[in-house]
């Protein structure tokens, strides 16, 4: 099963990387605001229903793929 | 002087700076031992584990978050909870708060700039073995250098700590953006010590300042106690 994880810094938590980024893309001339860095991982994941692909995703998110402290996950499972 | 106190300086695929650790353990009266990642076992007698500086694992994911796993640091956990001293250093200040055997996390600098330089630091707890040489309040020159050395703590947590007493170092000036400009913290215990700046740069004048030194040798000084202790 094809699994997504999104990890973004917490809401309220200073992204200076995002703060860098936007400042580019405005001097590009684009009228962002907002820009916050995260980081993405694709996984394949065995396992026998989505549900429980999405627990298992749950915990690795919890365990290594995101620092609770000061980022946050979102899970995507990719309907086969 | 008389017994030279065994202390593990562990080398992680990317870490730069254990040399340069197990040199300056070696002047102060200690017998360093360079110890691979992939060791199941401390070196026999080893009384205290410096975890040195780096770019372990190529700081992939987040910065420590991949040394956590590797198999020394279940023997540095053991070493730890039996109230050996643990010291880390940089990225091995990283290792431990991602290992969680140190509150807070290290992050981006603020400024996204990589701080190279001699910053000032201010002792505020004497009552750790890592800190017992110096005087509450006072000032030490040790260098930095990392791109993602800011301290984080939500402020729960951060109140929670200042406490107890683990916030035992603070920069003296601006260097990353660090919460309360933690530079290095203690876990409940106050056996186990992680701070960005390097004290293994710094332990002699001739390199700028030998500040570092006081820090060290309390380390050898523990080292040698718990060697004594443990005979």
């Known amino acids: ?80 | 002087m008389s017994i030279r106190p065994r202390i593990a300086v562990l080398v992680f695929p990317g870490s730069n700076d254990d040399r340069d650790a197990a040199w300056a353990l070696g002047a102060l009266g200690a017998e360093a031992q360079l110890v691979w990642h992939a060791e199941e076992a401390l070196p026999r007698d080893t009384a205290a584990v410096v975890l040195p500086g780096g770019f372990s694992y190529g700081d992939y994911l987040r910065c420590g978050a991949i040394a956590r796993f590797a198999p020394v640091l279940d023997a540095v956990r053991e070493l730890a909870a039996a109230g050996g001293p643990v010291l880390g250093i940089c990225n091995g200040f990283q290792i431990l708060c991602e290992a969680g055997l140190l509150p807070g996390v290290l992050r981006r600098n603020r400024d996204l700039d990589f701080v190279c330089r001699d910053v000032r630091l201010r002792v505020e707890r004497s009552d750790t073995v890592f800190t017992a040489r110096c005087e509450p309040g006072q000032e030490l020159t040790i260098p930095v250098k990392h791109g993602e050395g800011s301290w984080y703590a939500d402020e729960s947590l951060y109140e929670e700590l200042e406490a107890a007493g683990q916030l035992v170092l603070r920069y003296a000036e601006d260097c990353n953006g660090s919460v309360g400009d933690v530079a290095g913290v203690c876990n409940e215990e106050r056996n186990v010590f992680g701070l960005m700046p390097h004290p293994e740069h710094a332990v002699d004048p001739l390199l700028g300042s030998g500040d570092g030194a006081l820090l060290l040798a309390a380390l050898v000084d523990a080292a040698r106690e718990r060697t004594l202790a443990l005979a």
């Open chain 1, 1 to 80: 099963m094809r699994v997504t994880v999104l990890v973004r810094p917490k809401q309220g938590i200073l992204d200076p990387q995002g703060e860098a980024v936007q400042g580019s893309l405005r001097k590009l001339g684009f009228a962002v605001g907002g820009a916050r860095v995260g980081r993405l991982v694709d996984l394949e994941v065995d396992a026998p229903s989505t549900h429980e692909a999405k627990a298992q995703v749950e915990r690795m998110c919890q365990e290594l793929l995101a620092n609770p402290l000061i980022e946050s996950f979102e899970i995507e499972v990719a309907e086969t």
